[in-house]
């Protein structure tokens, strides 16, 4: 494995690091407090051409690969996390565009996903379809102009904001996950709306949104990779997108540790800062040390998958693990700066009610130690 940077990398990151600490982080806390869509955060990326990361160039990207993706998605994620989940939603439009769609599928779709003039989203969870990702009741019915689609869409991230979707549906019902198929929507869309606005215990900032489909047309041009392929897309596309979820988790860790460590190097109790005991110390250092290996899992999938080698169990690891990390970094921050880590003013307790998402998205925890089972049981 080999993570040395190239001084193109090193210089986007330069400018990634800046706009994060003095333009994006600075604002996190009010966006987080109105719960609106943060447009200036997500205009500013864009202008840094910062969504067309791994899009070829003669799609109008950087042509640039996924650890690069991920190094900047940290940063993005460390300074905001609501920013940085609608960065890792887009994607997981322009992933199954890339890597499954047809040539007119990717310059019709990827040049303003990649200029980051449109928005993408990716939609598969339903009522009853969680993590039992195969069991979709959105239907796809073939007719004379292509197809028409009809069903429910939840918790759909970047949902009313997003130009462009991939919409997971089933073609036939009786074959179950084998009858599923992807397709490309675009808002605007004839039966094409949007129900129930979630409200959620963090990220209040994050559009999370009900799709409704009602008798919904999708010229057969819009149809991503031949028809019962959708399973396939679906499934390799989440297994893209947990290295983003998990670099997503990172950036929280890393954050609420370094507001754990500068506090306790400045409060004092017994007349000594409170990171001269022990006991907080060796909070710090297994906070550091989790860290650490998250970020050499999720550094990992990305190496793997930019290799084109098989990073399916690394991303569910990272996922997994740097999910689990956040969730208690947040925890033992909140922890380290006592009776201010529960009031609002600090950003720790935010952090940890943002942190419990990235153990549900993309495959709960049990799901992704279903997925490692898995794998591992397989190898020899
Ligand atoms: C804020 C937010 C944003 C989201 N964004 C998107 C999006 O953009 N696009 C999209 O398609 N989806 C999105 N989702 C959906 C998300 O991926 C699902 O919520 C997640 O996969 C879990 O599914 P579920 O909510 O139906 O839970 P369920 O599947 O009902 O799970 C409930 C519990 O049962 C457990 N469980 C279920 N099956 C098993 C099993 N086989 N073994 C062990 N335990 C099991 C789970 O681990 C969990 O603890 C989003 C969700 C949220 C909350």
Known sequence: MDFDLTEEQKMILELVDEVSEKEIEPLADEVAEKGEFPRGNIERLASLDLFGITIPKKYAGLEMDYLTWALVAERISRACATTGLIF??????????????????????????????????FALTEPEAGSDAGNVQTSAKKDADGYILNGNKIFITNGEVADIYIIIANLDRKRGARGLAAFILKKGTTGFSFGQHFRKMGLEALPNVELILKDCPVPENNLIGGEKKGFKIAMETFAAGRIGVGIGALGIAEAAFKKARDYSKERVQFGRTISSFQAVQHILADMATKIEASRQFLYKAAWLLDKGMPFEKYASMGKLYASETAMWVTTKAVQILGGYGYMKDYPVERYMREAKLFEIIEGTSEIQRGIIANLILKET
């Open 88 to 121: 890792g939603a887009n994607l997981l439009c322009t992933f199954p565009l890339l890597n499954f769609g047809s040539e007119e599928q990717k310059s019709t779709f990827l040049p303003p996903l990649a200029k980051g003039t449109s928005l993408g989203a």
